[in-house]
């Protein structure tokens, strides 16, 4: 029934750690993202894609990485893990309707 | 550039009273506009959205009327409940490329009994 998914929902970890966040929306959208929601709840895109293409990359480290294996997932990959990546991370999708919708979260934490 | 410019929280109100919680923009071209809201623990959700000019958005009793002349998209309830406590993000999708949406700094309300 979901129509956008995340997992893991929790995710908490060490610093350095590589880690994985899968999306997954069952909307048929041909646009996905991710966006970081910090502690004090700011929301910042960071990556959006369109039929499996990177079309807009915010300033955000390379040490993130976005993978697309089809049109109905937008994983998201974080290597070396650093403090600063604590936050909340929402997937996103969108079909041509300029409405977006948001997946539940994924709770982030480094230690 | 785009951006949005939110009323700063906390908001705190009492059952039944009236809510405006206001939200300015700065776009290029013609964004559309959108309230999210998100309740505690949960992701955002769609409140309401309007698409252009003069149009006005409504759903479970908020409201907001897309002002070009003003920028502002203002968010309104007539009597808040203590259901309405989350935290609302005003938010516009620019016309071109990817329809990304800008997010303003969101206003967390809480109402209490």
């Known amino acids: 029934d979901t129509a956008v998914s995340q997992t893991p929902k929790y995710l908490v970890t060490q610093m350095g750690n590589d880690k994985s966040i899968k999306c997954e929306q069952n909307l048929g959208h041909d646009t996905m993202y991710w966006y970081k929601q910090d502690s004090k709840k700011f929301l910042k895109i960071m990556f959006s894609?369109?039929?499996?293409?990177?079309?807009i990359n915010e300033t955000v480290p390379n040490r993130f990485s976005p993978k697309s294996p089809d049109k109905a997932h937008l994983n998201l990959h974080i290597n070396s893990l650093e403090l600063g990546d604590s936050a909340v991370y929402f997937c996103a999708s969108r079909a041509g309707t300029e409405t977006q919708y948001f997946g539940p979260g994924t709770r982030l934490l480094v230690l | 550039g785009n951006s949005v410019t939110q009323m700063e929280g906390p908001v705190t109100l009492s059952e039944e009273a009236f809510l405006t919680i206001n939200c300015t923009y700065t776009?290029?071209?013609?964004?559309?506009l959108f309230w999210y809201v998100q309740y505690p623990g949960e992701g955002l959700q769609l409140l309401l959205k309007?698409?252009?000019?003069?149009d006005k958005g409504s759903n479970k009793g908020f409201e907001a009327t897309y002002r070009k002349e003003t920028t502002s998209f203002h968010l309104e309830k007539g009597s808040v409940q203590v259901s309405d406590s989350a935290v609302y993000f005003c938010?516009?999708?620019?016309?071109?490329?990817?329809?990304?949406?800008?997010f303003g700094t969101g206003t967390r309300l809480t109402v209490i009994p």
């Open positions: 894609y369109n039929n499996k293409e990177l079309i």
């Open positions: 938010a516009l999708s620019d016309s071109l490329g990817a329809n990304n949406l800008f």
């Open positions: 776009a290029t071209g013609y964004p559309s």
């Open positions: 309007a698409t252009k000019a003069d």
